[in-house]
């Protein structure tokens, strides 16, 4: 979810392009769009995403066959975050939330992060 709560967004595993869909209710989302397309490894299409998070802007850290790529609200490529193996989950956490969590098949890495990761309201579901 977007930090405002008004996008949904939808991270598949076989596709490079991530979707997003306006909330307009409860229970009910609008017409999806493409909301941007993961870059593939050694320049290769078809490698989708796994896990994300999001930060208190609305950007959106995606992990990939690649790393960890982030994308600004508008759905415009920041950069990628390096990982040793291939990411698996993200999540930002730690007193300030600004410790970036990324697991991975055998570790979990952290990376010290000068955004601060959004935190839904208590209760939300």
């Known amino acids: 979810m977007s930090p405002d709560e008004k996008t949904l967004y939808v991270i598949p595993t076989g596709p490079a392009e991530m979707m997003a869909?306006?909330?307009?209710?409860?229970?009910?989302?609008g017409r999806g769009r493409v909301f941007c397309t993961l870059r593939g490894k050694d320049g290769k299409k078809g490698t989708g995403?796994?896990?994300?998070?999001?930060?208190?802007?609305?950007?959106?850290?995606?992990?990939?066959?690649?790393?960890?790529?982030?994308?600004?609200?508008?759905?415009?490529?920041?950069?990628?975050?390096?990982?040793p193996e291939k990411p698996a989950n993200v999540t930002f956490g730690g007193p300030d939330m600004k410790t970036l969590y990324v697991?991975?098949?055998?570790?979990?890495?952290?990376?010290?992060?000068e955004a601060t990761g959004h935190r839904f309201p208590a209760g939300h579901k």
């Open 21 to 29: 869909y306006p909330v307009e209710a409860p229970g009910k989302l």
């Open 49 to 83: 995403g796994d896990g994300c998070t999001i930060d208190s802007k609305g950007n959106l850290y995606i992990t990939s066959q690649i790393g960890v790529q982030v994308f600004d609200p508008s759905g415009k490529f920041l950069g990628n975050i390096a990982i």
């Open 103 to 113: 697991t991975a098949g055998t570790s979990l890495y952290t990376a010290r992060m």
